[in-house]
């Protein structure tokens, strides 16, 4: 799996559910990683370096709202606009006051956005069959100080040291979980000077996350040839020892 459209398992972000039951589920988990690890993401944005504040922030696949939300804290005076192409994921960012913009990546950047000086893909690129494309886009459309923001989990998130969970994780990883492109090569190709930065977001223990990782472990339950699903139902049925911990691939292009 690269970047197809074709993702089941294994990212809080994903998950091509069928049943309103299940998509609610989904929505929910994506509400999660952003209470959960949603805080600590800020640490991308200094990453971006000493300019002036942007005024047109665009969100590439904003999904339920996580980065939007980020971006329009930081830079309370600029315009974020949340790029989408799912009814309901537009709706939800409707909802909380963004200017929202109904588009298929896969036709390349929209046109109406000529003139970004920030914008942010965190895991949507690798949703995106013509990156070439849509990477040449947003070089042409952004200022000459503006800045793309790619982020991508580097790793699926974690809940507790325990070992089990992390042979789970392993078992989930082989089988193709979270796989995303290295974005370096196709930036450089599109004309970006790059910085690639690993962030490790560690966070204190809460309800919420509580809540993520109950959502969340199930699912390994799933992943092809594992066979330690009796072991992980039993760290599911005791007191969870939370240490939450998720990693973030980040690259910096301008
Ligand atoms: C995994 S979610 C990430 C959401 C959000 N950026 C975040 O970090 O929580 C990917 C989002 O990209 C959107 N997406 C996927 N392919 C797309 C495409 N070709 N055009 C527009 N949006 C797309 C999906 O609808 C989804 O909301």
């Known amino acids: 799996m690269s970047h197809g459209h074709s993702h089941q398992h294994g990212h809080p972000h994903e998950g091509r559910d069928d049943g309103a039951d299940e998509d609610a589920a989904h929505r929910r988990v994506l509400d999660l990683d952003a209470e959960v690890f949603g805080a600590q993401l800020g640490a991308v944005l200094d990453l971006l370096g000493p300019s002036a504040p942007p005024r047109h922030v665009v969100d590439l696949g904003a999904g339920t709202g996580t980065g939007s939300r980020l971006l329009r804290d930081r830079f309370p005076?600029?315009?974020?606009?949340?790029?989408?192409s799912d009814p309901r994921m537009l709706r939800a960012?409707?909802?909380?006051?963004?200017?929202?913009?109904?588009?298929?990546?896969?036709?390349?950047?929209?046109?109406?956005?000529?003139g970004a000086d920030l914008v942010w893909a965190a895991s949507s690129l690798h949703h995106v069959r013509e990156?070439?494309?849509l990477l040449a886009?947003?070089?042409?459309?952004?200022?000459?100080?503006?800045?793309?923001?790619?982020?991508?989990?580097?790793?699926?998130?974690?809940?507790?040291?325990e070992p089990v969970e992390d042979?789970?994780?392993?078992?989930?990883?082989?089988?193709?979980?979270?796989?995303h492109p290295d974005w370096t090569p196709h930036l450089v190709q599109a004309g970006f000077t790059v910085e690639r930065h690993d962030l490790v977001l560690d966070v204190a223990p809460s309800a919420a996350a509580e809540e993520f990782a109950r959502a969340w472990l199930p699912r390994y339950l799933t992943v092809?040839?594992?066979?330690?699903?009796?072991?992980?139902?039993?760290?599911?049925?005791?007191?969870?020892?939370?240490?939450?911990?998720?990693?973030?691939?980040?690259?910096v292009a301008r």
């Open 77 to 84: 005076a600029a315009t974020v606009t949340a790029v989408d």
């Open 137 to 161: 886009g947003v070089r042409a459309a952004l200022t000459p100080d503006g800045v793309l923001a790619v982020v991508e989990l580097e790793d699926l998130p974690r809940f507790t040291a």
């Open 167 to 179: 042979r789970a994780r392993a078992a989930a990883r082989a089988a193709g979980w979270n796989h």
């Open 93 to 114: 960012l409707a909802g909380q006051g963004f200017v929202v913009l109904a588009a298929d990546l896969d036709e390349g950047f929209p046109a109406a956005l000529h």
């Open 131 to 133: 990156v070439p494309r």
């Open 224 to 251: 092809p040839g594992f066979d330690e699903g009796p072991a992980v139902q039993t760290l599911l049925d005791g007191d969870l020892v939370l240490e939450p911990r998720a990693l973030r691939a980040v690259w």
